[in-house]
């Protein structure tokens, strides 16, 4: 049953994520328009690492990808959305705190410049919560199909 609707879903969550690791989030320039850094979530610039956002990119990407593989397991793989959802927000908080740290330590004026990466995790968590969704809809049916046996 890896055909179904919400393994697509959840393979797109994974990919989402996997390729949020590689892709810049935010550029900071400063008002001469010259580049102070780029924020990856493997670090900002080379000298301020950000392993808590990579741990948590990596994380929700691993989760969405097992969780492709559970279809027998419904409440199990309704619980492992759960916590990729989750990792998914907490990995938004942590790029946020990162950021506030980066730019604590910069004196200059800057201006921060989203990049492509940064609606990458949005656009993976509305597919898990589509796959949580899916994922009860099949239950549902189960437990009604047991019903009238």
């Keep these: 049953m890896i055909q179904r609707i919400q393994s697509i879903f959840l393979l797109l969550t ?3 994520m996997a390729a949020t690791i590689f892709c810049p989030l935010v550029e900071i320039v400063n008002e001469g328009a ?3 850094a780029t924020f990856h979530s493997f670090g900002i610039g080379a000298d301020f690492p950000t392993w808590g956002v990579l741990t948590f990119a990596i994380l929700s990407a691993l ?7 559970l279809y027998k397991k419904r ?3 309704i619980n492992i959305g759960y916590l990729t959802a989750l990792s998914i927000v907490i ?5 946020m705190v990162y ?3 980066f730019l604590g330590k910069i004196d200059n004026s800057y201006t921060l410049n989203v990049q492509i990466g940064i609606i990458f995790p949005v656009i ?4 898990d919560l589509l ?5 009860k809809k099949d239950e549902k049916l189960v437990k009604s199909l047991d019903r009238i046996r």
């Design 34 to 36: 010259a580049l102070l």
């Design 131 to 135: 796959a949580i969704s899916r994922i």
């Design 124 to 127: 993976a968590l509305i597919f």
């Design 99 to 101: 950021i506030n740290s």
């Design 91 to 95: 990995y938004y908080v942590t790029s």
């Design 75 to 77: 409440k199990l793989q």
């Design 14 to 16: 994974a990919l989402l």
């Design 63 to 69: 989760l969405a990808f097992i969780n492709i593989f």
